[in-house]
């Protein structure tokens, strides 16, 4: 395998990532309202039954990402515990790229399970 086919197999990897956390990281704000780092991951963790984990090494520049695309808005604010933090809220844009994740996932499971039914 050459270079360039192993830094394009890198790549689609890491936009596979990418994408699934920004579908989860998404439809937890479309669902939980204005919610700040910790509690996407405590939400995400808790849905998932802790089966999923978000570290915050992930989490903080995919919130950033998705900020500088819009997806998301970022506002100051105090936390329960009262301390400040960034709370973030889904965008229109945001709900229109969870659309997009959410059919590509949709796609991505139901050919894999065809793959596993067959296989």
Do not use: C
Request: charged share 35%.
């Amino acid at each position: 395998m050459s270079t360039e086919e192993r830094r394009s197999r890198r790549d689609n990897r890491r936009d596979q990532l990418q994408g699934t956390l920004d579908l989860l990281v998404l439809r937890t704000l479309a669902a939980g309202g204005s919610m700040h780092g910790y509690a996407i991951t405590e939400r995400v963790e808790a849905v998932s039954r802790e089966v999923l984990r978000i570290e915050a090494g992930s989490l903080y520049p995919a919130l950033h990402r998705m900020t500088e695309a819009g997806w998301v808005k970022a506002e100051w604010d105090t936390s329960d515990n009262n301390r400040r933090a960034r709370f973030y809220t889904i965008t229109a844009a945001g709900r229109k790229r969870l659309g997009e994740e959410e059919e590509h996932w949709t796609r991505l499971a139901e050919a894999v399970g065809r793959v596993l039914k067959q296989a």
